[in-house]
């Protein structure tokens, strides 16, 4: 039987506080495992990117702060 870690890229994740759980309780109501969750949400955000351009796949923490 083939190791199935050999033909996958592992990476390291640290994650902020709280969001693990996050992904967790989506992932049970997407019956998935949380390694899926994690590569699903990736993937959209890919997608949305490549579809839409750099801006699609913006978050907060990526934009510059406003000044009031």
Known sequence: MADISRK????????????????RQQAAANRRSVNSEIIFYLDQALEAREENGPAAGA????QEPTTP
């Not at 592992?10 to 996050?22: A, H, I, T």
């Not at 978050?59 to 990526?62: E, K, N, V």
Request: proline share 10%.
């Open 59 to 62: 978050t907060a923490l990526d």
């Open 8 to 23: 996958t890229d592992q990476y390291p994740l640290r994650l902020p506080e709280g969001m693990r759980d996050r992904i």
